[in-house]
């Protein structure tokens, strides 16, 4: 998670640099090289991203009974057509090297670090998802290195060191790492922060802009001479009514209480997911990756179907309800006034960033309920000495603190905050495992366990504390998170702030478990199954199909908020 930023960037440069190199020369010199990733993708996340690509191709061609280079062009044609020309660049580039490794009954780790996609650190072991081949991982590794020297056509991709050093996308560069490091919208043509387009940090995020070309519209704001000539708050609300001359806004929402909803989290907040078909060979079709483009340009996240901000109808399992919605259901007049200020490893520390993009003017705006929820970054990360890079308590304080702060510096008079503490995240490992993964279901060869030991192996788990199987490791990381929960809990006991009061709620993931068992599911289908880490709110557990609806009513009916509606808002 800490480096989704990075490498959603890489991504989506990516798709541009295959698509205007792709008949880039080979080199001159010596013998040819396996392609090389240009501009610095992270080594950890190329390396997974490879296995994850050759497994799928293998199982493909072992599923549809077909050769390997059936199944990458099977493959490339499941992709949405704006993306094929990308995959078949890099089926040009490697499918023929992964198609000869394969036929030889290399496994897709084999494959990897002979493409050298994958690499091993000087002192430290050779990272693998699958088991080691009966030679030794090693042995076979060299075997398929030696093949690969000496493959006739084996061509080198050219790139230059930085894709932005291209002179045409410099400037999209500069645009697109303006979006990821301030995550404001791409398109915001007025500059109120808020957009008419919906991915790239638009409108999945914060409420649409009725008027993108009057910086003095958009949702949230309290109404211009009650709206009686236009939408000024984009609620959809405006107008005279004939019979009485009373403007129609201050008709339904004067003394309505109006207030708006914004999230400031992390990739649970953001609803980040990436869809099992994408790599369960037996569910894999054209429509399975119809929703790609999307996805990697909402960073993997789906925040228009959350919990909090969610507005849309999902179309990844289940139905879309939300807080924001239920507060909308109650009062009409908060119609689109929603922010979900997350990202991917969103903790106490880069929040003190990301609430700069907060979108609120104490004079000119409804007040607000905002949710502070970093429910476990203060904790997890990917390094070997992980106790040692969590966040202190002290450290905590100061960050919330901070950051709250900043809210009483911006938020209308009359909000409110609500503190969510940290999730304990031993229920990851005790249910999930020795389960198997949507990777390993075909042949029953990948559990749970073996892929946290293979990105913690790459310095790429998105939380070394909770995903281990150290016992004592997981008990200890689950301390500090709620040395860190009772700070936030003393902090909405002991400190005021001039325009909202502030509450504690902790997240009640072991209450919804027990809940979701009693209605006939399991506590694994809690979790997304394809990163074993992050809430699932799409799960199906087999009772007509209504599984996803049940878990999401039931996250919602435990979420401390729902309690708190009545006094929250009208």
Excluded at 82 to 106: N, S, T, W
Excluded at 470 to 486: H, I, M
Aim: glycine share 8%; hydrophobic share 35%.
């Amino acid at each position: 998670m800490k480096e989704s930023r990075q490498t959603f960037l890489n991504l989506f440069l990516l798709l541009l640099l295959l698509k205007t190199s792709s008949s880039s020369p080979p080199p001159r010199g010596k013998d040819p090289r396996p392609p090389s990733l240009p501009f610095g993708l992270y080594k950890g996340h190329t390396c997974v991203g490879c296995v994850l690509v050759v497994s799928v191709i293998e199982q493909l061609a072992q599923w549809h009974n077909s050769t390997v280079k059936a199944a990458v062009e099977r493959l490339c044609n499941y992709i949405p057509e704006k993306l094929q020309g990308f995959c078949y660049v890099l089926a040009e580039l490697y499918g023929p090297h992964i198609a000869e490794l394969i036929d030889r009954e290399m496994n897709a780790d084999v494959v990897c670090h002979s493409l050298r996609l994958c690499k091993q650190d000087p002192g430290q072991l050779l990272c693998h998802l699958y088991s080691p081949p009966k030679v030794g991982l090693s042995v076979a590794i060299r075997k398929a290195k030696r093949i690969m020297k000496t493959s006739k056509d084996l061509k080198s991709f050219l790139g230059f060191s930085s894709v932005c050093a291209f002179p045409l996308l410099a400037n999209l560069c500069e645009k697109i790492k303006y979006v990821l490091r301030n995550k404001l919208p791409f398109e915001d043509f007025d500059g109120d922060k808020f957009s008419t387009f919906p991915t790239l940090r638009g409108y999945h995020w914060r409420g649409r802009d009725c008027n993108d070309k009057n910086t003095t519209v958009y949702p949230g704001r309290r109404p211009d001479n009650w709206d009686a000539k236009s939408d000024s708050n984009c609620n959809g609300i405006w107008g005279v009514d004939p019979k009485d001359g009373i403007p129609y806004e201050e008709k339904f929402c004067k003394g309505a209480d109006s207030k708006g909803v914004v999230l400031l989290g992390d990739s649970a907040g953001a609803h980040f997911h990436i869809p099992p078909e994408w790599m369960t060979v037996t569910q894999m079709s054209a429509k399975s990756f119809f929703n790609l483009p999307m996805a990697f340009s909402d960073e993997l996240d789906w925040p228009q179907f959350s919990e909090i901000t969610g507005f849309l109808n999902s179309t990844i399992g289940g139905w879309t309800d939300s807080l924001y919605l239920r507060l909308r259901k109650r009062n009409r007049c908060n119609h689109r006034d929603l922010q979900n200020i997350s990202q991917n490893g969103g903790s106490s520390g880069n929040i003190l960033s990301l609430i700069k993009s907060l979108a609120r003017n104490q004079l000119l705006d409804n007040p607000a309920i905002v949710i502070y929820a970093t429910i476990g970054n203060d904790v997890c990360n990917g390094e070997r000495d992980t106790l040692a890079h969590m966040t202190t308590p002290k450290e905590m304080l100061s960050n919330v603190v901070q950051a709250l702060r900043y809210l009483d510096s911006h938020l209308p008079n009359g909000s409110h905050v609500i503190l969510t503490g940290l999730v304990d995240g031993r229920f990851l490992w005790d249910n999930l495992h020795d389960r198997y993964h949507p990777l390993g279901q075909l042949n029953k060869d990948v559990t749970y366990s073996q892929l946290y030991t293979f990105l913690d192996c790459l310095q790429v788990s998105p939380c070394s504390g909770w995903l281990t199987p150290n016992e004592t490791l997981r008990n200890l990381t689950s301390e500090r998170a709620a040395q860190l929960s009772n700070v936030l809990k003393e902090i909405a006991r002991s400190e005021k702030f001039a325009n909202f009061d502030i509450f504690y709620m902790d997240f009640p993931l072991r209450q919804t478990a027990e809940e979701w068992r009693k209605m006939g599911g399991e506590p694994w289908q809690l979790i997304e199954p394809v990163d074993g880490f992050h809430p699932n709110q799409n799960s199906k557990n087999g009772r007509g199909g209504q599984g996803a609806d049940d878990m999401h009513l039931l996250f919602l009916r435990l979420h401390p908020l729902h309690y708190k509606l009545d006094f929250l808002s009208k």
